[in-house]
């Protein structure tokens, strides 16, 4: 039998009660499709500042480099906001993406038919929306050098650097190019060229690089122009392809397309190793403990894992299928609640989940 070593990062806030569920499906669609999924449980962001008073222990990065893939839930807690950044739930994410060498982020955004009407955008604009954010992970202003606070002029000074080399743009732009390639071969590039010289250099590169991908249509778009498009004609965009910070706005945006980033995944992999998988909401603590959590998205990250992680393709289409029966039979956690419609909490749409299964 297939065994796959997985671990998982329950978190904070709803990150125990989405876990649970998740964890209880695969568990169900392992034995289905005949593999063995082996879970290794460990402390992360604040849970792990609780237990041990790091965000991201050396037991735990080691765990998840000896894994076959690794599952995410949620992190932070505005208890923890005081603390110094490099001590911070949020840091240690960062942390955990450097230590896998995590450089491309994958955020589909698919309009399900039984949730088109879920959206603050007419359905006229959303219908048939099917794209990819293609986010580079590592480089950027996040993770640029010299960065900091200092004293100049008698005042404070923040700073941070954007920087990106070839290298790193050329990677990140390989995995756009070969996810367009198996799409709808489109790919819009996302910068700030008229304004950034880093952005002139990764427009620079990904028309290098479009000669080696001649069926891909490949356009630029500035970031502001992205911005609003989204919202204004979402269906011209197949994949897109972002820089760190762009991406981390831009994909935020385009998952609120769906009506509730409750129910959208993602998939952070690097070049070689486990890739990290997680919903791309938050810890959401105003609910957590309260049965009130949208477990699909941690569900659907799951899917992600076993399609692309692990390479278990048909019990990744199980999950989804049952995802979409549990929703087109009328069943609602909070955040998608419409009329006519059932609400469940967490724990009831799991149930639900487990019997479409």
Known sequence: MRQHRVVLLPGDGIGPEITAVTKRLLEVVAERHDFQLIFDEQDFGGAAIDAS????????????????????????????????????????????????????????????????????????????????????????????????????????????????????????????????????????SIDKANVLDVSQLWRDRVDAMASSYADVEVSHMYVDNAAMQLVRNPRQFDVLLTGNLFGDILSDEAAMLTGSIGMLPSASLGSEGPGLFEPVHGSAPDIAGQDLANPMAMVLSAAMMLRIGLKETDAATALEQSVDRVLQAGFRTGDLMSEGCERLGCSAMGEQLLQAL
Do not use: W
Not at 150 to 166: L, P, Q, V
């Open 53 to 188: 008073g790091s965000p991201l222990p050396t037991s735990t990065l080691e765990a998840c480099r000896h894994s076959d893939a690794v599952l995410l839930a949620a992190i932070g807690n505005p208890r923890f906001d005081a603390l110094p950044r490099d001590q911070r739930p949020e840091t240690g994410l960062l942390g955990l993406r450097a230590g896998l060498k995590l450089f491309a982020n994958l955020r589909p955004v698919t309009i399900l038919p039984a949730l088109i009407n879920a959206s603050s955008l007419k359905s006229e604009v959303i219908e048939g929306v099917d794209l990819m954010v293609v986010r580079e992970l590592t480089g950027g202003i996040y993770f640029g050098q010299p960065k900091g606070r200092i004293e100049a002029d008698g005042e404070e000074r923040g700073f941070n650097t954007m920087t990106y080399s070839t290298t790193e743009i050329d990677r990140i732009a390989r995995v756009a190019f070969e996810l367009a390639g198996n799409r709808s071969k489109k790919l819009c």
